[in-house]
């Protein structure tokens, strides 16, 4: 499967962002679908993810209330809504589709993704 992430850029702190990712290849509704982000000199972090179901969804602490993922299986697309943003949100964002032998829980690792697509930036001003 490929995937492309767009929805990327700079935006000053307090506001809001829409990342989409899509999926092109493979069965998308047969997957779980995670967002990581790394900033500069850090290790790749999850950040959200979604079950192939849709409706369970897991959140790092640090985005928890303000981030949001969702999933469109008719448009093969993943997206992640990020509100009252915060410089410490800069980073590029990755979406990833999960292994099918993954545990979904907001313990997600890169060991659990199977591929990745390329990462969209995301700059937060304060």
């Known amino acids: 499967v490929q995937l492309q992430a767009s929805g990327g850029g700079l935006v000053q702190a307090g506001g809001s962002l829409r990342l989409s990712c899509a999926a092109y290849g493979g069965a998308f509704s047969t997957y779980g679908m995670a967002w990581f982000r790394q900033a500069p000199g850090n290790e790749r972090e999850f950040v959200a993810c979604?079950?192939?179901?849709?409706?369970?969804?897991y959140y790092a602490d640090s985005v928890k209330g303000r981030f949001t993922v969702s999933r469109d299986d008719a448009k093969n697309t993943v997206y992640l809504q990020m509100n009252s943003l915060k410089p410490g949100d800069t980073a590029d964002y990755y979406c990833?589709?999960?292994?099918?032998?993954?545990?979904?829980?907001?313990?997600?690792?890169?060991?659990?993704?199977?591929?990745w697509g390329k990462g969209t930036q995301v700059t937060v001003s304060s």
């Open positions: 990833a589709k999960i292994l099918d032998r993954a545990t979904m829980s907001s313990s997600l690792s890169v060991d659990d993704i199977e591929s």
């Open positions: 979604i079950h192939r179901n849709g409706w369970t969804k």
